[in-house]
T-cell receptor, first 115, second 115 residues
Framework: EAQVTQNPRYLITVTGKKLTVTCSQNMNHEYMSWYRQDPGLGLRQIYYSMNVEVTDKGDVPEGYKVSRKEKRNFPLILESPSPNQTSLYFC??????????????FGPGTRLTVL | AQSVTQLDSQVPVFEEAPVELRCNYSSSVSVYLFWYVQYPNQGLQLLLKYLSGSTLVKGINGFEAEFNKSQTSFHLRKPSVHISDTAEYFCAVSDPFNAGNMLTFGGGTRLMVKP
């Protein structure tokens, strides 16, 4: 089944404790992206990757890191989480990053709480 | 820069009644337009998209949307809703010339279908 998977689905942590949220897709997509969803704000893009070893900032990159060493994986790293990073996070992928008509497929989401 | 406004944060409606979810956007360039649906505890699923051509777009689950360039709107409609349509709906735009394939989302509209 073609899908985007994320782990963990739920995470409660404390301020300053480094964490990684994994994202994997099995569709051989070149483009991957991370969004955060906050009430009333919709989804905002954090980082995206056009292909392996090619990443760039989205609208709200502060406090996050990403890497793209393999085509299928795009982990989101919070080196020192803070309470304002409490949010619902979505990973998405699409066939290409060129030509915005490519449909983005979304993962199930990771609900992160930082105390 | 572009932005999306979903005018209603919540829309309550009775089963089998028609519904319209409103979306207005602003952009200095031509855009692609999308509607996504998010069912409880799930990721986002594409309902329909407008790229070019006919301004009336039909999507899945009986939904349709009409692109109105002069009013910069892309309202979503369904003639008769079901309980199973209860979900959050997001309008989004993307810039065809943006190689980052970024989607700009509205704040979302929660559709609540009552029996």
């Amino acid at each position: 089944e073609a899908q985007v998977t994320q782990n963990p689905r739920y995470l409660i942590t404390v301020t300053g404790k480094k964490l990684t949220v994994t994202c994997s897709q099995n569709m051989n997509h070149e483009y991957m992206s991370w969004y955060r969803q906050d009430p009333g704000l919709g989804l905002r893009q954090i980082y995206y990757s056009m292909n392996v070893e090619v990443t760039d900032k989205g609208d709200v990159p502060e406090g996050y890191k990403v890497s793209r060493k393999e085509k299928r994986n795009f982990p989101l790293i919070l080196e020192s989480p803070s309470p304002n990073q409490t949010s619902l996070y979505f990973c998405a992928s699409s066939l290409e990053g060129w030509g915005s008509y490519n449909e983005q497929f979304f993962g199930p989401g990771t609900r992160l709480t930082v105390l | 820069a572009q932005s999306v406004t979903q005018l209603d944060s919540q829309v309550p409606v009775f089963e089998e009644a028609p519904v319209e979810l409103r979306c207005n956007y602003s952009s200095s360039v031509s855009v692609y337009l999308f509607w996504y649906v998010q069912y409880p505890n799930q990721g986002l699923q594409l309902l329909l998209k407008y790229l070019s051509g006919s301004t009336l777009v039909k999507g899945i689950n009986g939904f349709e949307a009409e692109f109105n360039k002069s009013q910069t709107s892309f309202h979503l409609r369904k003639p008769s809703v079901h309980i199973s349509d209860t979900a959050e709906y997001f309008c989004a735009v993307s810039d065809p010339f943006n190689a980052g394939n970024m989607l700009t989302f509205g704040g979302g509209t929660r559709l609540m279908v009552k029996p």
